[in-house]
């Protein structure tokens, strides 16, 4: 029987030149997402507006504030054409395992930095908006080294902060078949009880039954109103097959697989993003066809993210 995710009807590269193709289908589509009743000033909330076309701005007539269809967003401050940017969203989107920015560079035809600059904003939306949702229900929760090798080394390598290794929580939540039905990927300071609770609070609905291995900082989601198992796995291969473990072992493997076949190297400071891209995919992998629509409706109401900011180190939100 055919998996029904892998062979959902996609979004294809034609329908999208058919429907995206031009600078004024763009415009018009970003428009409608970004107001769907209508213009709005972001100044003083105000509808009456005029539309100096040459400069492509609207000037509302209220405040006189003139506002781009981009400026605010996470599109602003930049020269490329809404064109450009719609495929970037659709190859990043579209793509299973992740699209680098030097692949990115040369299927837009722009420089290797604005590839760069548009892939972390477009993942800066992602991880935006699943921050945004929390895991809920079943979730089975595991830890995890960028960097370092997931078993074996794991248990003595625990709490001595090694070098070049980055930790991160892996956290699946599944139905009551047990089929996983969202993640979440989240890099944290270390793992300790004060570390794993702030993550608890942020990303997972208190009431949720959380199942983990023995690690001790685990425990802190019940400070966090969620309930908690834990399962002793012993840390050999075995616990790998473990089924309360099936899914979150599973992730783990693709994300390591995706980032490093995809990426060879990322930048330890920008692993929260790459994560989340992971993820946000995962998490709509049912919607294949409303990809780009979802993305940009929500991009619109993401904040610029100036080049200079996406370039400093992330403080682990
Ligand atoms: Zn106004």
């Known amino acids: 029987m055919k998996n029904t995710i892998q062979f959902q009807k996609g979004y294809s590269l034609s329908e999208f030149f058919n429907q995206?193709?031009?600078?004024?289908?763009?415009?018009?589509?970003?428009?409608?997402?970004?107001w769907p009743e209508g213009y709005i000033?972001?100044?003083?909330?105000?509808?009456?507006?005029?539309?100096?076309?040459?400069?492509?701005?609207?000037?509302c007539n209220h405040c006189h504030h003139q506002g781009s269809l981009t400026s605010g967003t996470i599109f602003s401050s930049?020269?490329?054409?809404?064109?450009?940017?719609?495929?970037?969203?659709?190859?990043?989107?579209?793509?299973?395992?992740?699209?680098?920015?030097?692949?990115?560079?040369?299927?837009?035809?722009?420089?290797?930095?604005?590839?760069?600059?548009?892939?972390?904003?477009?993942?800066q939306v992602m991880k935006e908006r699943d921050d945004s949702k929390v895991l809920s229900g079943?979730?089975?929760?595991?830890?995890?080294?960028?960097?370092?090798?997931?078993?074996?080394?794991k248990a003595h390598k625990r709490g001595r902060g090694s070098a070049n290794k980055t930790p991160f929580v892996a956290a699946v939540a599944v139905n009551k078949e047990g089929h996983p039905i969202r993640m979440n990927m989240c890099v944290i300071k270390?793992?300790?009880?004060?570390?794993?609770?702030?993550?608890?609070?942020?990303?997972?609905?208190?009431?949720?039954?959380?199942?983990s291995d023995g690690l001790p900082c685990f425990s802190a989601v019940k400070e966090a109103g969620c309930s908690h198992a834990t399962i002793i796995t012993g840390g050999g291969p075995e616990s790998v097959t473990?089924?309360?473990?099936?899914w979150v072992n599973t992730m783990i493997g693709n994300v390591k697989n995706a980032l490093v076949g995809t990426y060879h190297a990322i930048n330890h400071?920008?692993?929260?993003?790459?994560?989340?891209?992971?993820?946000?995919?995962?998490?709509?992998?049912?919607?294949?066809?409303?990809?780009?629509?979802?993305f940009c409706y929500v991009a619109t109401r993401t904040?610029?993210?100036?080049?200079?900011?996406?370039?400093?180190?992330?403080n682990y939100g």
């Open 20 to 34: 995206y193709g031009t600078e004024d289908q763009c415009h018009k589509a970003l428009f409608d997402w970004r």
């Open 41 to 59: 000033c972001s100044e003083c909330g105000s509808t009456r507006h005029c539309c100096l076309k040459a400069r492509k701005l609207y000037q």
């Open 78 to 123: 930049t020269n490329l054409p809404l064109t450009t940017w719609f495929l970037a969203i659709h190859l990043i989107t579209q793509s299973k395992t992740g699209i680098a920015a030097l692949e990115l560079k040369r299927q837009l035809g722009v420089s290797y930095n604005t590839a760069w600059g548009m892939k972390q904003k477009i993942m």
């Open 138 to 153: 079943k979730i089975q929760l595991d830890d995890v080294y960028w960097g370092g090798e997931r078993r074996g080394l």
């Open 190 to 211: 270390g793992f300790r009880s004060k570390e794993i609770l702030k993550w608890a609070r942020r990303h997972i609905a208190p009431d949720s039954m959380v199942i």
């Open 242 to 246: 473990h089924q309360e473990f099936t």
């Open 269 to 294: 400071k920008h692993l929260p993003r790459y994560l989340a891209e992971f993820c946000y995919r995962f998490n709509r992998r049912f919607q294949l066809e409303d990809m780009l629509p979802r």
């Open 303 to 314: 904040p610029p993210m100036p080049l200079r900011l996406l370039t400093l180190a992330e």
